[in-house]
């Protein structure tokens, strides 16, 4: 494969990587121009996209439909990027309720936004879809274990000053460690113990820092270690204490080689919705979790106008 070809093949999203690279692909219009003879070689190279078919290269239709998602992340993008913040996490909810994907959407709006966005959220959703966010969570995880976790968490209208009772915050961290107790590694049984409900979905995320503090003094473990066979309780867990560790993950794993099209959907959605909010704080946990700059991570693996958009919304550049 020549240099040149291989330059298009990438820009292709041939080679691996996150969205298309448009100015290299303009750029062939032109260099290319009355030269069949490239494009032939182009289709015969890049196998995978094209495979021989009698006298021609045929393309194949599981690429194309890779290949259309690809080009749709800038414009994706860019749609979150201009919405209201409300009418975002509405939508972004909505979708994922309606298409039974998992959860997390729904737990980071749930979990991340302040109280007046969350409720701004709610309002959004019921003027957009003529129904309640609560009630569509309700039912359409009825039957799940996480149900009442999940509602709770919607419905919620946190306090958010500095105020913490440590007797009350230590006396809850010894009821979840008797509640994962109880649960006996069990999986749901858990996630839809009443009073791990009650605690996660009523208390201020100060408050919840403290008594996960106290939880490692009293249990010696960090409560993320004993949460693992509930995705959903530990999701909502860093969402609630540690958002920028929960994110920095996120954005990793939608940047990894063979991630799948929802890690990568993820990737974008959290460099949107956190640009403004605490992306210099995920940026550092980046760092500490992965050892290396989410800026550098994101110029490697990401193409064209896509790359050049998540890059701006990271801060690359930025101290």
């Known amino acids: 494969m020549t240099e040149e070809v291989q330059q298009l093949t990438r820009a292709f999203s041939g080679l691996g990587g996150l969205g298309v690279d448009e100015s290299t692909m303009v750029s062939a219009l032109s260099r290319w121009r009355k030269q069949p003879e490239k494009r032939s070689g182009f289709r ?3 196998q995978g996209f094209f495979r021989s078919h009698g006298e021609m290269d045929r393309c194949e239709e599981d690429y194309m439909l890779y290949l259309a998602s690809e080009f749709a992340r800038f414009k994706n993008l860019m749609v979150l990027w201009a919405m209201h913040p409300w009418e975002r996490d509405a939508r972004l909810a909505h979708h994922v309720l309606h298409q039974a994907h998992p959860a997390a959407i729904v737990v980071e709006v749930a979990c991340t936004r302040s109280a007046e966005e969350l409720l701004g959220a709610r309002r959004a959703y019921q003027a957009l879809f003529h129904h309640s966010l609560e ?5 359409r995880a009825r039957d799940k274990p996480y149900c009442n976790l999940l509602v709770g968490l919607v419905s919620a209208y946190r306090y958010e000053g500095p105020r913490v009772n440590e007797e009350v915050a230590r006396a809850e961290a010894k009821a979840l460690g008797a509640a994962v107790k109880s649960a006996g590694g069990v999986a749901g049984k ?3 113990n009443d009073e791990v409900v009650r605690v996660l979905t009523t208390r201020s995320k100060p408050h919840l820092v403290e008594t996960f503090k106290y939880y490692k003094e009293i249990h010696a473990r960090h409560i993320e270690q004993d949460l693992n066979k509930d995705e959903t309780l530990l999701e909502a867990v860093l969402c609630l204490a540690a958002p920028a560790k929960y994110f920095s993950g996120v954005m990793e ?3 990894r080689d063979g991630a799948d099209n929802h890690a990568k959907d993820a990737l974008t959605r959290v460099a949107v919705t956190r640009s403004d909010a605490d992306m210099d704080e995920i940026r550092a946990a980046y760092q500490e979790q992965f050892g290396a700059k989410l800026e550098d991570a994101v110029a490697a693996k990401a193409h064209g106008h896509y790359r050049d958009a ?7 550049g930025e101290s």
């Open 44 to 46: 015969k190279s890049f």
């Open 135 to 139: 009630e569509d969570v309700a039912y």
């Open 190 to 192: 858990l996630v839809a």
């Open 253 to 255: 794993a939608g940047l």
């Open 310 to 316: 998540l890059l701006s919304l990271v801060g690359a």
